[in-house]
């Protein structure tokens, strides 16, 4: 499903992100691409995911701008693909690091977080947070999601 084929009916911008991006293994497969996972047989064996699935979810990425597939061939072998993150995908890692701070908080792993959210440039960790137009991180407890006129 591309942008332009969701109905002008789904107003929230939310709803239209979980069309897309929603469903269980699509998180899975945008960390990877993240982490530099690119080719679809990486991707498969990495997740464990059905090679129909991966093919379904990313087609719905590549559909929708998320991911652009690009054609490789090693020596010998017949052409495979990579998928490659755009600007939309790219955008899409401050859901992961949210998703990824809530279950760090919520749903813990008893032996601790896999992965860390790190500055490239520092080695900083990392806070997902709201921030106003100064840069400053605004609690929680302050943030309101008002409703429009759309």
Not at 23 to 38: K, M, N, S
Not at 116 to 124: C, L
Request: hydrophobic share 40%; net charge positive.
């Amino acid at each position: 499903m591309t942008t332009t084929e969701l109905p002008d009916s789904m107003t929230c911008s939310i709803e239209r992100a979980v069309t897309l991006l929603g469903e269980r293994w699509t998180p899975l497969i945008l960390r990877e691409l993240h982490t530099g996972v690119v080719r679809f047989g990486d991707i498969q064996q990495r997740l464990g995911i059905a090679t129909n699935l991966l093919t379904a979810r990313l087609a719905t990425l590549a559909a929708a701008g998320v991911v652009e597939k690009r054609p490789y061939r090693e020596a010998g072998a017949r052409t495979r693909y990579e998928y490659h993150l755009t600007d939309a995908g790219r955008d899409a890692l401050v859901i992961l690091g949210a998703l990824q701070q809530w279950g760090d908080r919520h749903a813990p792993r008893l032996g601790g977080p896999t992965i860390e959210r790190r500055d490239r440039r520092t080695g900083a960790l990392l806070d997902v947070s709201f921030t106003d137009p100064e840069g400053r991180a605004v609690p929680l407890d302050a943030v309101a999601f008002v409703r429009t006129g759309g």
